[in-house]
């Protein structure tokens, strides 16, 4: 009995921990600053000010794209989704990342004619959005390189 006991015991904290890391890993979600988010409010909180990324105020709305942990997006509503994931991410893009992706979305998606501007559509013409603008952060970063090492 104790060794099935142990066994039991090894293998719910192994399927636990491989929930949490799965719930941990980040995803790269936007945000409709036009819809209601379906989070409480702590966890809103906690997610703009733990988790900053870039954002467009359009009009009283506020459009995001930021990196957070999956789970977030597991306790955004269950029959809607207001975070959008748009891809998985190592944690490597700044915010600076973030804002350069978002600024460079079209004006017109932020149009009130435009039902919801991360449609599937959009997602992956902003998925080639955000692989430029990490592009152009390496090479910024590289050039600050050159500049204090100019021998490298």
């Known amino acids: 009995m104790t060794r099935l006991a142990d066994q039991l015991h090894h293998t719910g904290r192994g399927l636990v921990t491989g929930i949490a890391a799965s719930m941990a890993e980040p995803v790269v979600v936007a945000y409709d600053g036009r819809e209601v988010i379906d989070l409480p409010w702590p966890a809103q909180y906690l997610l ?8 467009r105020r359009v009009g009283s709305s506020r459009h995001r794209l930021t990196a957070v942990p999956r789970l977030f997006t597991l306790l955004d509503g269950l029959s809607r989704r207001s975070l959008r994931v748009i891809d998985n991410t190592e944690w490597r893009d700044s915010p600076a990342v973030y804002q350069e992706a978002v600024n460079n979305v079209p004006k017109t998606a932020f149009s009130p004619d435009t039902h919801c501007w991360w449609s599937t559509q959009a997602a992956e013409r902003l998925f080639r ?12 970063q590289q050039q600050a390189q050159r500049v204090q090492a100019p021998w490298r």
């Open 129 to 140: 959005l955000l692989s430029v603008a990490r592009a152009d952060a390496a090479s910024a």
């Open 48 to 55: 703009w000010a733990q988790f900053p990324g870039g954002a």
